[in-house]
């Protein structure tokens, strides 16, 4: 079973860069798809980008595109998120979450989704906040 932790999270200035890492343990990471949500307090969490096990992403916020990349580093155990053009409504808790694995058929393990109760395994979140 995989665990994850978030880390890099803080105070942001608007136009700047922040790089948020993932850090997997209990099993190898290249099984596993990664996604990347946002919560804003009062408002539900979102979805916000996704690596397949492929490395292939999804992008599910219009206002992050070509502003957030994710990328992963298996042999490292980690994904990073990184943010450019920092903006501030880019700030919340950001949360780390897989799917799981399926062991039973690798085959068709599970991959990314938008939707929140795809994944069964979350990080306790990092804080950003983005302002001048």
């Known amino acids: 079973q995989l665990q994850l932790v978030e880390s890099g999270g803080g105070l942001g200035q608007p136009g700047g860069t922040m790089t948020l890492s993932c850090a997997a343990s209990?099993?190898?990471?290249?099984?596993?798809?990664i996604g990347w949500f946002r919560q804003v307090p009062g408002k539900t969490r979102e979805a916000i980008i996704c690596i397949e096990q492929s490395s292939l992403t999804e992008t599910y916020v219009d206002s992050v595109k070509d502003r957030f990349a994710v990328s992963r580093d298996n042999a490292k155990s980690l994904v990073a998120l990184r943010m450019n053009n920092l903006k501030p409504e880019d700030s919340g808790y950001y949360y780390c979450?897989?799917?799981?694995?399926?062991?039973?058929?690798?085959?068709?393990?599970?991959?990314?989704?938008?939707?929140?109760?795809?994944?069964?395994?979350w990080g306790q979140g990092t804080q950003v906040s983005v302002s001048p």
């Open positions: 979450a897989t799917p799981g694995r399926n062991y039973e058929r690798p085959q068709q393990n599970y991959g990314c989704s938008r939707w929140e109760t795809w994944f069964t395994t």
């Open positions: 209990g099993d190898s990471l290249d099984e596993y798809a």
